[in-house]
């Protein structure tokens, strides 16, 4: 199967979903490399798999454990790396954007 | 016997002994060991922290303890290196990408839980690619690690770091991870031996994620027998690690001793095909013949799947990496751009700390399961690995072990794939293939080249069967 070249709009819908920003320059290399890559694995098409289901690596069950309280990160902790004040995480507001 | 060799120079095993007998102290060894990275690291830069005055303290703190006549943990006194995709508190943690530059881990994971239980000295943190993501560490946010047997080379990835370290004296042993081949790859590159555990053997918990379903913990160390040794400690089940296996753990060092008489080897047809380099090919059939002196028998055998594995791998690796790469969001934890709106944090965060590897991976993982697309790529290649588990799993009735090249090629030089993404993808293409189907791989050096670079060979094994990956490669090096 040969995979058109991806388009620079097809780049720019995948890093949006992928929540990163590319520089003009990556979107014109990450087009080309993308589409030999994807034209690459998609040769796992080309294998007759019928009703094959994968499983897990190690066929294990169900794994429970007893739900009891552990020992977890203290809020210092959990907080300590980012920018935070009187144990919360401080971010930009979300409510009131132009979008 | 005294040992004459350097003190960093020692194995594991040959540490102890002397460390046991008070010949030498833990804080000694220690020493030798900074000294010795203090001494390579301008050249080699295999560590991105070195962890000198942890490693003191708790180098110190096994002498007062044998002083005092305390019990000692099996590993007492050990002077190691880890990953720097593990969490051990209070030092940074990268995973070798500039979006977790300066992340500082606020908790332990268990494998240096249980290495700090058996009294290792931790010395520092070692170079890789960005998770995980390369065959050469050149990917890595920080720097490009030398190989020390030959420093215009690669040491291999994405574990490079560790494997360099261990190469050079830069602690007796490392910790490291392998997805897709990032233990195996630089062990056989610099010459040692390096386990990748079967899936579930031990906990990742701690453990910065790259593809949850491949990832596994294990050891790089310079002989078979220290891996079996590091393997006792760190394997079994974790209560915060669901995937951690209760599969009781054998007693390795008991395996390793057993004859091999008898025994059956078994040697994929598919790997030994075109792409394979024919020195690497002369000197693993040099090992193949040593296994018959043994008492071997050799069978041919086929695993029909090889060629699609490797794009197997490579659709739900990067599907997984891009799922779990989501958190680094600029918001919680590593790097931050200061920008308006919460989405600009995460976009210039991102675009600004990501790699051109890691933004390839998670590209392609989004793709593989964007709507439209995921029976096509996803499920595709999940329906390819059952299949892939069933060739190995079928071949394995018939024969005890596998045994193929690591890599296909030699260590090659800082700088030759770099150009070609998928074809420094495609390199992995013997050590990936156990990933998916969570089989335990134990790489073993098998010889060298002319020009002395080194030729690693892969043995696989059924699932939890690490035992006898070490009763054959120890029997392997104790018969070269």
């Known amino acids: 199967m040969s995979q058109p070249k991806l388009t620079t709009a097809e780049i720019e819908k995948l890093a949006e979903l992928a929540k990163i920003q590319l520089t003009a320059g990556e979107k014109e290399k990450f087009a080309t490399q993308l589409t030999a890559i994807l034209e690459y694995v998609a040769t796992v098409n080309s294998v007759e798999t019928g009703a094959a289901v994968f499983k897990s690596q190690v066929d294990t069950k169900n794994v429970f454990k007893d739900d009891v ?10 907080v300590s790396q980012t920018k935070n004040k009187n144990g919360y995480i401080l971010i930009n507001r979300v409510i009131n954007e132009k979008h | 016997m005294k040992n004459t060799k350097k003190l960093f120079a020692l194995t594991v095993k040959e540490a102890l002994a002397m460390l046991n007998s008070q010949e030498i102290s833990a804080l000694e060894l220690t020493e030798a060991v900074l000294a010795r990275i203090k001494e390579m690291e301008p050249e080699i830069q295999a560590f991105i922290t070195v962890t000198a005055d942890i490693a003191r303290a708790q180098a110190k703190a096994v002498d007062a303890k044998r002083i005092k006549g305390e019990k000692l943990g099996a590993l007492a006194g050990i002077p190691f290196s880890m990953k720097d995709v593990y969490n051990t508190k209070g030092v940074q943690a990268t995973a070798g990408s500039k ?13 240096y839980e249980k290495l700090l239980a058996a009294d290792a000295v ?7 690619d960005p998770f995980g993501f390369g065959t050469s560490t050149e990917n890595s946010g920080y720097q490009v690690t030398k190989n020390p047997l030959d420093t215009s080379r690669v040491p291999g990835g994405s574990s490079g770091g560790a494997g360099a370290a261990v190469a050079y004296g830069g602690g007796l042993f490392a910790i490291a991870e392998d ?3 990032s233990i195996r790859c630089p062990a056989a590159f610099c010459g040692l031996a390096g386990l990748k555990p079967t899936y579930g053997r031990v906990s990742r918990y701690g453990a910065i994620a790259y593809a949850s379903s ?10 078979v027998e220290d891996a079996a040794l590091i393997m006792q400690i760190i394997a079994g089940k974790d209560e915060l690690d669901a995937t951690s296996s209760d599969f009781a753990v054998p007693n390795y060092q008991e395996s390793l001793a057993k004859p091999l008489k008898g025994k059956t080897i078994g040697l994929p047809k598919e790997y030994f095909g075109e792409g394979l380099e024919a020195e690497v090919k002369e000197v693993i059939m040099q090992a193949v013949a040593r296994f018959e002196k043994l008492g071997c028998q050799v069978k041919k055998i086929s695993l029909p799947l090889t060629e699609y594995a490797i794009a197997a791998y490579y659709v739900i690796a990067p599907s997984e990496a891009s799922s779990n790469l989501a958190r680094y969001s600029g918001i919680r934890f590593g790097h931050q751009v200061p920008a308006e709106t919460w989405k600009d944090v995460m976009m210039q965060s991102r675009g600004t700390g990501f790699g051109a590897e890691e933004k390839r991976r998670i590209m392609v993982g989004t793709y593989a399961l ?9 499920k595709k290649a999940q329906k390819v690995r059952a299949l892939l588990k069933e060739d190995f799993l079928r071949a394995l009735t018939e024969v005890d072990v596998i045994l193929s090249p690591t890599m296909p090629m030699l260590p090659f030089k ?3 794939n770099t150009a070609d993404p998928l074809q420094m993808w495609l390199a992995d293409v013997f050590t990936v293939t156990l990933n998916p189907t969570g089989l335990p791989g134990l790489t073993v050096n098998a010889g060298f080249s002319k020009e002395h670079l080194p030729v690693g060979m892969q043995l696989i094994a059924p699932h939890f069967k690490e035992e006898v990956l070490f009763n054959f490669g120890y029997q392997y090096e104790q018969n070269i």
């Open chain 1, 69 to 78: 309280p552990g020992v977890s990160l203290s809020q210092t902790d959990a």
């Open chain 2, 99 to 111: 979006v977790l530059e300066g992340y500082i881990s606020p908790y332990n994971a268990t494998v």
């Open chain 2, 122 to 128: 931790l010395v520092g943190k070692t170079n890789c």
């Open chain 2, 179 to 181: 997805t897709g081949g």
């Open chain 2, 214 to 223: 491949f990832d596994t913990v294990g050891p790089i160390a310079k002989t």
């Open chain 2, 370 to 378: 964007s709507a439209g697309y995921q029976d096509q790529y996803y």
């Open chain 2, 414 to 416: 800082i700088g030759d």
